[in-house]
């Protein structure tokens, strides 16, 4: 196992940090990959590791990179294309559109609830008109016929210490 220069952290540290990530435990198989192929892992997702204060820290961009993202200008007189023309492209080419769900002008926060319904902010007042009240002449029915058992028990018993 090759030496790990002075201040820097050992794969099992490394390991313990990722495990511990939000984003960088989602790597598969932390136990079977290399320290230098954990960092370089942890390095495509975004990440770098700081290892004098034993952190995982999300990777700004530099000047090179900035510089050689492609950033497309278009020229004068291009428009983008509308959703009308992407949905006739992708139609002429025998795709089919995708489906998208029409939601109401109050927003997302009722999403397939009627737009009157005070019921999508509140989740206790859908659970309660979820549940109907017992019938009460079948609970009366109910205790009527266990007081009517108890009472023919007592006489059998009653009748069997005399």
Do not use: C, W
């Not at 291009?78 to 109401?104: C, F, H, N, W, Y």
């Not at 989740?123 to 108890?150: F, G, H, R, S």
């Amino acid at each position: 196992m090759p030496r790990v220069k002075a201040g820097e952290m050992s794969l099992p540290e490394i390991r313990n940090l990722a495990r511990q990530h939000n984003k960088a435990s989602q790597i598969k198989d932390i136990d079977k990959l290399s320290r230098s192929a954990l960092m370089k892992e942890i390095e495509t997702m975004g990440y770098r590791i700081d290892h004098e204060k034993k952190r995982i820290i999300k990777r700004t961009m530099t000047n090179e990179e900035r510089k050689a993202q492609n950033k497309s200008v278009s020229g004068e007189g291009e428009r983008k294309p509308q959703k009308k023309t992407k949905k006739k492209a992708l139609i002429a080419s025998g795709d089919k559109p995708p489906m998208v769900k029409k939601t109401t002008k109050k927003g997302n926060a009722r999403k397939g609830k009627p737009v009157g319904s005070r019921l999508a902010f509140d989740a206790t007042k859908q659970e309660a008109n979820k549940k109907k009240p017992p019938n009460v002449k079948e609970a009366i029915a109910k205790q009527k016929k266990k007081k009517e058992e108890l009472a023919k028990k007592r006489k059998e018993l009653a009748s069997g210490y005399s």
